[in-house]
């Protein structure tokens, strides 16, 4: 049974730092790309990060880049974000995805397979 868990989310102020971390089980991670979306409330939920399966293949949305970095460790089987100079714009509740590589642009939610049961991320101005 896959399993993915997000925890790190909380209350910050504007321009605070949070990390979210997302631990995977019941799947060969290394063969996973791991994302990271979000979705704000009352809106859709939007593509984030995203790492694929080679060093440095790391995909960014407009809005964080620059201020967001996502890593993952594959012996620990977790996957990172790394949130800078947050803004209230980027309060949402986040998601770590999982999904086997594709040719599907790697921004798109349906072609990840597995989802967390994401954490809220809050932040005040």
């Known amino acids: 049974q896959v399993q993915l868990v997000e925890s790190g989310g909380g209350l910050v102020q504007a321009g605070g730092s949070l990390r979210l971390s997302c631990a995977a089980s019941?799947?060969?991670?290394?063969?996973?790309?791991m994302g990271w979306f979000r979705q704000p409330p009352g809106k859709e939920r939007d593509f984030v990060a995203a790492f694929g399966l080679s060093l440095g293949s790391t995909y960014y949305a407009g809005s964080v880049k620059g201020r967001f970095t996502i890593s993952r460790d594959n012996a620990k089987n977790t996957v990172y974000l790394q949130m800078n100079g947050l803004k209230p714009e980027d309060t949402a509740v986040y998601y770590c995805?999982?999904?086997?590589?594709?040719?599907?642009?790697?921004?798109?939610?349906?072609?990840?397979?597995?989802w967390g049961q994401g954490t809220q991320v809050t932040v005040s101005s």
């Open positions: 995805a999982a999904r086997r590589p594709s040719s599907t642009s790697i921004s798109s939610s349906g072609s990840y397979a597995y």
């Open positions: 019941g799947l060969p991670f290394n063969s996973y790309t």
